[in-house]
């Protein structure tokens, strides 16, 4: 049901696809430069249209649209937390972009879905941490949920694959 895998996350082939995004949805680096990029101009058509009605996706929210040109159904974009030591919530707002990505992951009836190792760039989440948080949160929904048949984490990095192997070992 969860597997972790080692890859560039615009190459999966998934129902749902989870963008590391900023709250302006309009791209930026690392993951989300490189979903827009291989998606196409329709992702920001849509992100477009979100931030029109909303205004922007705060932290620990998420939303979604087309995956355009990915191999997915959607791209669910979900804003992680900037680290700051930890003591402005960034772990509860960590477990909510998990959380609120699978809840529109079965609203969707999406079956399959891919998530990145959130924060853990430029926004500067200690890995093992996040990765704590990640398999934490994502195998106490899936035991709730069994709409969702396969949940993948795909890693950039050998780091971020370790650790997420290490906790998927605890459970």
């Known amino acids: 049901m969860i597997q972790v895998i080692k890859n560039d996350i615009t190459k999966i082939s998934v129902d749902a696809i989870v963008n590391a995004a900023n709250s302006s949805l309009m791209g930026g680096g690392g993951v989300d430069g490189a979903i827009h990029r291989a998606g196409g101009n329709a992702i920001l058509e849509d992100c477009r249209k979100i931030i029109a009605r909303q205004g922007s996706c705060k932290t620990g929210e998420a939303v979604i649209t087309t995956a355009g040109k990915l191999p997915a159904n959607y791209v669910i974009h979900t804003v992680g937390p900037v680290w700051n030591g930890g003591n402005k919530n960034e772990k509860e707002k960590l477990a909510d972009c998990y959380k609120n990505s699978l809840k529109l992951a079965v609203e969707n009836n999406c079956k399959s879905v891919a998530f990145p190792s959130i924060s853990t760039g430029v926004y500067r989440f200690p890995k093992d941490v996040a990765a704590q ?26 780091e971020n694959e370790i650790l997420i192997n290490k906790e998927l070992n605890k459970i």
């Open 133 to 158: 948080i990640a398999v934490k949160t994502v195998s106490e929904f899936l035991s709730k949920h069994n709409e969702i048949e396969k949940v993948i984490f795909v890693c950039f990095d050998d």
